[in-house]
């Protein structure tokens, strides 16, 4: 393949990924979460009131703490994606409005903005996620309730 068309290939299959992952994430689909990484990845949800650690650790804990919230839409935008033979680096927005019921029912939204950056590199099974981590941009969430579900630490 030249070389032009190979690039313009990679940076479609990485857009692909990115958008993969906002799915799996948004109808919890944590097989395919797991398929959006590679199997020894290092993932950094700290700068947002996340936690740090390897794909069976990220994917059990989003799996706990999204399960409170009946609406979340993860969109994935702005990608530049610098590539560099079998490897990349990856820099998207993150927009992603959540809900959850408060104590009357009434679901209560907020909207997360941030940066995903993003180490890839090609596998067999083609272009995965070997690290990421994310900085928040800026966020609505001032409702205590929402605190406490997604940064349990907070009271």
């Given at each position: 393949?030249?070389?032009?068309?190979?690039?313009?290939?990679?940076?479609?299959?990485?857009?692909?990924?990115?958008?993969?992952?906002?799915?799996?994430?948004?109808?919890?689909?944590?097989?395919?979460?797991?398929?959006?990484?590679?199997?020894?990845?290092?993932?950094?949800?700290?700068?947002?009131?996340?936690?740090?650690?390897?794909?069976?650790?990220?994917?059990?804990?989003?799996?706990?703490?999204?399960?409170?919230?009946?609406?979340?839409?993860?969109?994935?935008?702005?990608?530049?994606?610098?590539?560099?033979?079998?490897?990349?680096?990856?820099?998207?927005?993150?927009?992603?409005?959540m809900g959850i019921a408060g104590e009357n029912g009434v679901l209560t939204v907020f909207?997360?903005?941030?940066?995903?950056?993003?180490r890839l590199v090609r596998t067999e099974r083609g272009w995965r996620i070997a690290s990421r981590t994310i900085e928040?941009?800026?966020?609505?969430?001032?409702?205590?309730?929402?605190?406490?579900?997604?940064?349990?630490?907070?009271?």
């Amino acid at each position: 393949m030249d070389e032009t068309l190979r690039t313009l290939a990679d940076r479609a299959a990485i857009t692909d990924l990115l958008h993969r992952y906002a799915r799996a994430v948004d109808e919890r689909d944590w097989d395919l979460f797991a398929d959006c990484f590679t199997d020894n990845a290092a993932i950094d949800y700290t700068a947002v009131g996340g936690i740090q650690g390897d794909l069976g650790t990220i994917r059990s804990w989003l799996a706990d703490v999204l399960r409170h919230f009946r609406l979340i839409q993860h969109i994935i935008t702005n990608v530049e994606i610098e590539l560099a033979g079998d490897t990349a680096t990856c820099r998207s927005y993150l927009l992603n409005p959540m809900g959850i019921a408060g104590e009357n029912g009434v679901l209560t939204v907020f909207l997360d903005s941030a940066i995903y950056r993003d180490r890839l590199v090609r596998t067999e099974r083609g272009w995965r996620i070997a690290s990421r981590t994310i900085e928040p941009t800026f966020s609505t969430r001032h409702h205590s309730l929402l605190l406490r579900t997604v940064s349990p630490q907070v009271s």
